[in-house]
């Protein structure tokens, strides 16, 4: 099976959960192959958590789901060394971290220490405990869903967490017919728990060596600088895009580009990207992170594309 064949496999076998949002699934695969994490945030009921349920059970990786509330410890995840009574030594209980595909389930309604917790995991693929470091397991993909901040008991992000995120994306309501379709089909077939994997962990590390190969010309690599400078030159704009999101938009080009079959990255990849990827990184003066995205747009429209 080809490369572009197992993606596809992949997508075709979320979407027959996932019915009428398409593009979601194909940026939450690159996500997947672009080795990041990724956030997805909207209203309750829209799917977000069985998309990420869905993604995760067609890999045929270890997944565990971690549902984040206001009393869940930092160890809850992690795990924590306990003392043995029979070897008479500490042992160390890993936690469900310890996982390939880990759903961090509202995110947002836990506490900021406990948020923290996540930040060595999600940047250095591996974490410490009792001053012992511990590798986590390969593939490692946090798929973090969060309500609007707006809602009661909810505890925002701070932007280090965020910046750790590769993409943010909204699914947003479905259209007419495909809701429609939604409220059959859960009373005749296919919920995320129907689903088996059509990956298997060593694919998706093939796939995640294989973004690396798609090249990306001199011209586009000026173009995404560019978009990210103007980030740090806006006047409403307190603190632009980070190198970090530069490489994360890079990145994340690349697997676009493989998702669709190609062997190089376009203009539209990086201009595509661009909001999902970097939006989440502003900081605004006003405090604000509603006009990011009318931020980013105005700047699309502004830098000149290459040829």
Do not use: W
Not at 110 to 129: I, K, N, W
Not at 135 to 152: R, Y
Not at 158 to 178: C, K, N, V
Not at 286 to 303: H, K, M, T
């Amino acid at each position: 099976m080809s490369h572009h064949d197992k993606i596809r496999a992949l997508r075709q076998n979320i979407e027959t959960v996932i019915r009428g949002k398409p593009e979601v699934v194909r940026l939450a695969t690159v996500a997947l192959l672009a080795r990041g994490h990724l956030l997805i945030e909207d209203i309750p009921g829209v799917g977000k958590t069985t998309l990420a349920s869905s993604l995760a059970r067609s890999l045929g990786c270890s997944f565990r789901r971690i549902q984040f509330t206001s009393d869940l410890l930092p160890s809850d995840i992690i795990g924590t060394t306990i003392y043995d009574q029979e070897s008479r030594s500490f042992e160390f209980r890993p936690g469900p971290l310890f996982s390939n595909i880990v759903l961090a389930d509202e995110i947002n309604r836990t506490t900021p220490r406990t948020q923290s917790a996540l930040l060595e995991a999600m940047s250095e693929f591996r974490v410490s405990v009792d001053s012992t470091t511990r590798d986590l397991p390969n593939p490692f993909f946090v798929i973090a869903t969060q309500n609007p901040v707006e809602h009661h008991g909810t505890y925002p992000l701070p932007d280090s967490q965020l910046d750790r995120f590769l993409m943010r994306i909204r699914i947003g309501y479905p259209e007419a017919e495909a809701e429609k379709e939604i409220i059959v089909r859960q009373r005749l077939v296919h919920t995320a728990e129907d689903l088996g994997p059509v990956l298997s962990a060593d694919d998706v590390l093939e796939l995640q060596r294989k973004v690396h190969d798609v090249q990306v010309d001199d011209d586009l690599l000026g173009y995404l600088v560019s978009l990210v400078n103007q980030t740090r030159h806006t006047d409403t704009v307190q603190l632009g895009v980070s190198p970090r999101g530069s490489v994360s938009l890079y990145r994340a080009a690349q697997a676009l580009a493989l998702v669709d079959g190609r062997d190089h990255v376009r203009p539209d990849d990086i201009k595509e990207l661009a909001i999902p990827v970097l939006e989440h990184r502003l900081v605004l003066k006003d405090g604000s992170r509603q006009a990011a995205r009318f931020i980013l747009e105005e700047i699309l429209q502004r830098v000149e594309v290459p040829v």
